[in-house]
Structures are given as C-alpha cells and as structure tokens.
Nanobody
Framework: QVQLVETGGGSVQAGGSLRLSCAASGRTFSTYIMSWFRQAPGKEREFVAQIDWNRRTTYADSVKGRFTISRDNAKNAMYLQMNSLKPEDTAIYYC???????WGQGTQVTVSS
C-alpha cells in the first residue's frame, strides 16, 4: 500500500522557518516528479513546488527565493525548506506524486504576524 506522510508543520511567527518532510512508502518514486501543494482556508489547492528525477525544480512565484524543494531518492523522501515565512503562507501543505495519483493527508503550517 502506497503512503505519503508529511511531517514538520507547525506554528511560527512571520520571518521564521520550517522544514517539511514527505516520506513515501510502498514503492519507489525515484523516476517521478514529486510536488508540494497547499490549501489555505477558503481557497483552492495551489501548486507550491516540484522536483523531477534530475532534481530540476519549479516554484510558484509566491514562494520563489524563500522555499527550497529537495529530494533523497535513497530514502524515498522529499523536503520543503521554508524561510522568511509570511502569514499568507498559512495553509495545509500536501506532498504529492501527481503522475501516479498519490497524495498525502497534509500538514498544517500557521504563520502569525
């Protein structure tokens, strides 16, 4: 059974940092694009960042220069380092492998001003 489990969410003040982790189990995803999405209260889920098998990265404009996505294929894991957090980054953050149709259950990130 495939599972994606996010950890590392929490509450921080504006300007702070958090590091999210996504652990995949049940199969290997080294050849898949892995992604982070987020959903803020009352808003639709939105793309945050993705990383492909060659570690090429893409970011939403809203997080460029502040967030860094990375992956460790040996550990079947993905990470999101979030710096200079803003209140508008408050959301549930989801790990996903969209090409395979897998999503995690999400981890809450709350940034206070």
């Amino acid at each position: 059974q495939v599972q994606l489990v996010e950890t590392g969410g929490g509450s921080v003040q504006a300007g702070g940092s958090l590091r999210l982790s996504c652990a995949a189990s049940g199969r290997t995803f080294s050849t898949y694009i892995m992604s982070w999405f987020r959903q803020a209260p009352g808003k639709e889920r939105e793309f945050v960042a993705q990383i492909d098998w060659n570690r090429r990265t893409t970011y939403a404009d809203s997080v460029k220069g502040r967030f860094t996505i990375s992956r460790d294929n040996a550990k079947n894991a993905m990470y999101l380092q979030m710096n200079s957090l803003k209140p508008e980054d408050t959301a549930i953050y989801y790990c996903a492998i969209p090409g395979a149709g897998y999503w995690g259950q999400g981890t809450q990130v709350t940034v206070s001003s």
